[in-house]
């Protein structure tokens, strides 16, 4: 047990806040977009006319709610890959 | 499994300045290019009332695009802004399905080229805020509710080119390194084609759609 050097608890460490980072970032895009799926859906069953519209506008909606997803993956690939 | 995080780097002197420049993002990017601009030259090369199969999709996909920006614009300002929101998706749109071409990778992974498109969006919609609106109009917005939200508005502001660069990044990215790890896992058996489906067809027609809209909704907010 002796072998193990400041170094390798750094990259332990790593890992485990790109998990932490990627895990915990998840579960807002994942409420948020389902909400705006789920809204996009019980509009479309209402008004089936304007499925075009509320499409590009859903897909516009949960992109903008993916955002800080995105931003937690691209820490827990740092976090892995440059850390 | 190839390495990731190693990039290939042409460096130079120029006037006492070093300039690194990143060879596979460039020669991809020239691929794109040339790509599309041999496309446009195709499809327009004969031009009639009955389209051949080449200029009826070059027409779907302009038309769409020009609809789109009508919806949000009026018609002035939307031939005005057209070509930049339509010329973006096409070369985001291309450049995210390189990558499923055996040997390509995606410009688009490399965060200088995400960044630079945004920066074109954000000053683009600032300039045409305070061409249409003048400068005043302009400076005013920053204080929009009570003075003291100035600094927030400024961050708001700034944080819109961190975020819309960023999405692009992160997707494709993220995209092709999952698809890299899950490759080495299966030994390329059954699931990479899936995956390349979801990542590179899906994700990326999904992505370079957003961008161009961010974009216009960007420039449509600074305009109204």
Known sequence: MENISGADLVRAAAFIGAGIAMGLGAIGPGVGEGFAGGKACEAIGRNPDEAGLLTRTMLVAQAVAESTGIYSLVVALLLIFVV | ?224
């Open chain 2, 1 to 224: 499994m190839n390495e990731i995080g190693v990039i290939s780097q042409w460096a130079f002197n120029l006037f006492g300045t070093q300039f690194v420049l990143n060879k596979d993002t460039l020669i991809m990017t020239w691929i794109v290019m040339v790509f599309l601009i041999l496309f446009a030259l195709l499809a327009s090369r004969q031009t009639k009332i009955i389209p051949n199969p080449l200029q009826s999709t070059a027409e779907l996909m302009v038309g769409t695009w020009a609809d789109l920006v009508d919806d949000s614009l009026a018609v002035k300002e939307s031939r005005k802004y057209f070509p930049l929101v339509c010329t973006i998706f096409l070369l985001v749109w291309i450049s995210n399905m390189l990558g499923i071409v055996p040997f390509l990778s995606e410009p688009t992974a490399d965060l200088n080229t995400t960044l630079s498109l945004g920066l074109v969006g954000f000053i683009v919609a600032h300039y045409s805020g305070i061409k249409f609106k003048g400068i005043k109009a302009y400076a005013k917005g920053y204080f929009e509710p009570i003075f003291f939200m100035m600094p927030l508005n400024l961050i708001g502001e700034l944080a819109k080119i961190v975020s819309i660069s960023f999405r692009l990044f992160g997707n494709i990215m993220g995209g092709s390194i999952i698809i890299l790890v899950v490759s080495y896992l299966v030994y390329s058996l059954v699931l990479p084609p899936v995956l390349y489906g979801f990542f590179g067809l899906f994700v990326g027609t999904v992505q370079a759609f957003v961008f161009a809209m961010l974009t216009l909704v960007y420039i449509v907010v600074q305009i109204k």
